[in-house]
């Protein structure tokens, strides 16, 4: 096992080498800094997304953005929806921000001169723990760029860390050219589209508390203020165009335009998403200040946002949050129904086989079960432009693959239907990774950009699927071939998976930490050894070894091709880790309460474990039957176990993690017991009928 062990770290180190070392796998190139004497003009429009942008209703709005490079633009601060005050907030600092006591409006500044102190900064910084506030605001002082800011959030995104503002006005209407032109950053607050969802201040918690013509007559006056401050700007500016917040309990995509030469009809992304048309809050604050030629620092973790290729239109960019939302309408009701059919399947599979009866339709039922998680991504293989499309592509493809899984020789073999399965969705979504992820965004099973979790990489349901999916895939071989090769095809290939997720293709954290004793407890109990406690903390602590490798070389890389996992490492060196950490765990621990994901956790927990110690009474011996048929998909089950619960508790996804991986393996383990009892059955008697066959204990 030492020779196992030692070619896993092998292959970590080579492998880590070609991916990091070599920059095969970065992300874009490094934008290029520009230094000139430009100027630059943030427009934040609070609540503004696509739709909103019509020739008739918003005229200032529409022509800025059709002579400008367009994108999407993911506004994710700390909580699910982000208000005027965390999204200014978060372009003063650089990098996700909340006021903490209230999700509303920004604080009303209090003239001094010229200029503006916002009331009770102090707070931010001493109670809130927004140590980075103010970031924007004092590099341009130190670099010696004075700033102007109009209205209350452009204040706040441009005061420095005592909260001063060096020149502010309340309105467009009190600057002329020449005033703007003493100035290289200009910033200006447009809530006009927001304040009627203020109610006391604070964002309402319904979607949408307008109508139509409520919100097109806020629209307006939105779009002429904007109109007031274009009309007035030097001819050599930059112009930033940001949906800043959202407009009630519901994120959405909002709009990203960047007006300078070349730009017009190209799309508008950033390294930061890896995406040609997405960018986030946090890129708004690295690109005024590159601009602006004033250093970036290290707290900022937004990057310059980067022009894309052509063939940037309004309608596409509707279509992106149209897409996201119909992903986030049947979200919950996808897993609220796959935990139904999952509990639904255990109870029917327990009273069935305790009977000794129907064993050949729990044995498709089964299939089919574990069909469901790879085709929720195998679905954005197809045009789906609507929500009965979306669901229709979902069920067709299950039922393609379980039709799959019965149909060639291998139907025969009791591992035949697991190892199509379990193949299938390895190989999806190894290849997903190969390909820039395009299957895991926007899918039902994955992430989409308006909950701005993950915008690429590896999320944390897939990665129970890779690791599962691998594990038991690389069990099928070993059964095959057992011995050396088996055991190399185990390490191998688990560590070519571990390192896709870990890499910079994958970019995932805790997974590695979670599949690398995965990998080694199969290997081990393949090889006969025994596995105790103190093997399988020094196997997570190599995993935790493996991607703070991994995170270092990342965070050796220029800023803008860092991911998160070399960011976390800017973050431990500048003692932000700890908040990080802290919120994965409150949000981990609040999955155990979800009564989608608990539920398939307890159900296939309680089913495994009393078909294991009562086998007559639960399983008719079908679970003792696939583990005596295949030792190797014992040792294969149990490393997916351990990747499962390790993967709960180290990813702020927790119990999805482990609830996605047993429905997909305990499903699969069924289906190849039921087919080891009646092969073994029709290789006494010949062939049988179904019913004959059940009566085998």
């Known amino acids: 096992m030492r020779r196992t062990l030692a070619v896993l770290a092998v292959l970590v180190g080579l492998v880590g080498q070609v991916l990091l070392g070599q920059g095969l796998f970065t992300g874009p190139a490094q934008a290029t800094k520009d230094a000139s004497a430009g100027r630059v003009a943030l427009i934040g429009v609070s609540g503004l997304h696509w739709n909103d942008i019509t020739q008739a209703d918003s005229p200032n709005l529409w022509e800025l953005a059709r002579s400008s490079a367009i994108g999407s633009l993911s506004i994710r601060t700390v909580g699910g929806v982000t208000c005027p005050y965390d999204g200014w907030l978060t372009v003063s600092a650089g990098t996700r921000s909340a006021a903490g006591y209230s999700c509303g409006a920004p604080p009303m500044p209090e003239q001094q001169g010229a200029g503006a102190v916002i009331p009770d900064y102090r707070y931010l910084l001493d109670v809130a723990g927004q140590r980075n506030a103010g970031t924007l605001g004092e590099s341009l002082k130190a670099a010696g760029q004075c700033s102007i800011a109009i209205g209350p959030g452009a204040a706040l995104g441009l005061a420095d860390r005592q909260g001063a503002v060096q020149e502010y006005h309340s309105s467009p209407l009190q600057v002329r050219t020449p005033d703007l032109e003493r100035c290289r950053m200009i910033a200006m607050d447009v809530d006009d589209l927001v304040r009627p969802y203020l109610a006391g201040g604070k964002l309402a918690k319904v979607p949408d508390q307008l109508s139509a013509t409520e919100r097109r007559d806020a629209l307006r006056m939105a779009d002429a203020k904007a109109g007031a401050l274009l009309s007035v700007l030097p001819a050599d500016t930059t112009v930033l165009l940001a949906g800043l917040s959202d407009h009630g309990s519901v ?336 949000a981990m621990l609040a999955t155990l309460l979800s009564p989608n994901l608990m539920p398939i956790v307890i159900a296939a927990a309680a089913f495994l474990i009393y078909a294991i110690l009562r086998p007559e009474q639960a399983s008719a011996g079908v679970v003792p039957a696939a583990f005596e048929h295949s030792p190797a998909l014992r040792a294969g089950l149990i490393g997916t176990l351990v990747s499962g619960v390790v993967g709960m508790l180290v990813n702020d996804s927790g119990a999805a993690v482990l609830s996605m991986a047993l429905a997909l393996a305990v499903p699969l383990l069924l289906a190849t017991g039921i087919g080891a009892l009646r092969r073994d059955r029709e290789s006494v008697t010949g062939p049988v009928s179904s019913d004959l066959a059940t009566a085998t204990k």
Do not use: C
């Open 251 to 586: 994120p959405h995509l909002r709009v990203a335009a960047l007006r300078e030469p070349g730009a017009q009809g190209h799309l508008l992304g950033a390294a930061s998403t890896r995406r040609e048309d997405i960018s986030i809050l946090p890129d708004l604050t690295s690109t005024i200040l590159t601009k602006l030629g004033v250093p970036v620092p290290s707290t900022v973790i937004g990057v310059p946002l980067q022009v894309g290729g052509p063939g940037a239109t309004f309608e596409r960019l509707q279509r992106a949050d149209a897409t996201a939302q119909a992903i986030r309408s049947i979200k919950g009701i996808y897993f609220t129904v796959v935990a139904v059919l999952q509990v639904l399947f255990y109870v029917v599979a327990f009273l069935l086989l305790r009977r000794r009866k129907g064993l050949a339709p729990v044995r498709f039922a089964a299939v089919a079960l574990a069909s469901l998680p790879v085709s929720s991504y195998l679905v954005n293989l197809l045009p789906w432009s609507s929500l009965p499309q979306l669901v229709a592509g979902v069920l067709g493809w299950a039922a393609v693959v379980t039709a799959v899984a019965f149909a060639g020789p291998w139907r025969r073999q009791p591992l035949g239907p697991l190892a199509v399965v379990a193949g299938i969705t390895a190989l999806t979504l190894a290849g997903d990774l190969l390909t820039g992820t395009t299957l895991q965004l926007n899918s039902i099973m994955g992430y989409s950009a308006d909950v701005g979790a993950r915008y690429y990489g590896l999320g944390n349901i897939p990665f129970a699927l890779l690791a599962t999916g691998t594990l038991l895939a690389t069990t099928v071989i070993a059964h095959r071939w057992p011995g050396k090769v088996g055991l190399a095809a185990i390490v191998l290939l688990g560590t070519f998976a571990m390192v896709l997720g870990g890499s910079g293709m994958g970019s995932d954290f805790g997974g590695v930490i979670a599949f690398v004793p995965g990998i080694a407890v199969t290997a081990l109990l393949l090889a006969g050894k025994r596995v105790s406690l103190v093997k399988l903390g020094a196997f997570l602590v190599a995993g935790g070894l493996i991607v703070m490798t991994f995170a270092w070389l990342n965070y050796l890389k220029p800023a803008d091709e860092q991911t998160h996992l070399g960011r976390f490492v800017g973050q431990v060196l500048s003692g932000e880790a700890f908040d990080v950490i802290l919120r994965k765990l409150q």
